[in-house]
């Protein structure tokens, strides 16, 4: 969603994030399979559901078959 491991920090630490339609503030939350997350980028948001982990960092085309793409809204 973002490009560095920063910007996705602090998208979380100012309350754009939710998992499981909870508010969550705390960048080192745990994701589990299956968790929904809600982020609110710019003018939209997006809802994502967690599909797979990879074991390294990769590229956007490597992290786009990680999760299922349940809606976004403007």
Do not use: C, Q, W
């Amino acid at each position: 969603m973002v490009k560095a491991r920063t910007s996705a920090a602090e998208l979380v630490v100012t309350g754009h994030v939710r998992v499981n339609g909870v508010r969550e503030t705390s960048p080192g939350h745990a994701i589990k399979l299956g968790d929904v997350l809600t982020i609110a980028l710019d003018r939209t948001v997006r809802v994502l559901k967690v599909t797979a982990f990879n074991e390294r960092r990769g590229d956007a085309a490597s992290a786009r078959v990680l999760y299922e793409e349940l809606g976004t809204r403007n």
